[in-house]
């Protein structure tokens, strides 16, 4: 990611409604300085962005990373751009020399699209915290072993 694909990011964040795409700039403000050289930001484009993805690393930890953000276009869903996004992810851990890869999700009904796309990539449910998120919103953690 370079600070030239913000706009287009800002659009795909707002298509998907993750999140308020204004929170984006603060986001990736270390990563673009330079100053987190461990954070990994990616780009899908297709002429234009269509994917986002954001990983980093967990603290006190050896080697293990959260995948906090993937995002792909509402109107590329469906079409693998999601599942070229995270191996392309997990390629660039492994060259890193991380071990795990950890994804929290919500385990709400309108998530059940993307806890399929993770068991689909090979990723095992690890565990579920109740109520994390609200009341009848769990967390859903996920984990991949990379080495």
């Known amino acids: ?55 980093a690393p967990e603290k006190l930890t050896d080697g293990t990373f959260n995948l906090l953000l ?31 890869l950890l994804v929290e999700t919500s385990g709400l009904e309108g998530f059940e699209l993307t806890r399929r796309f993770y068991l689909k990539n090979g990723y095992e449910l690890e565990g579920r915290i109740r109520d994390f998120y609200q009341d009848g919103d769990d967390k859903v953690i996920f984990r991949k072993v990379l080495t």
């Open 70 to 100: 993937i995002a792909v276009h509402p109107k590329q869903q469906g079409k693998g751009s999601g599942t070229q996004l995270i191996a392309e992810v997990e390629n660039r851990l492994k060259e890193l020399g991380a071990r795990i």
């Open 1 to 55: 990611m370079t600070a030239a694909d913000l706009p287009e990011i800002k659009i795909l964040i707002d298509a998907t409604e993750l999140f308020p795409s204004s929170m984006l700039g603060e986001m990736v403000q270390q990563f673009l300085s330079g100053n987190e050289a461990k954070e990994i930001w990616l780009v899908l484009t297709n002429p234009q962005s269509v994917g986002v993805a954001y990983v």
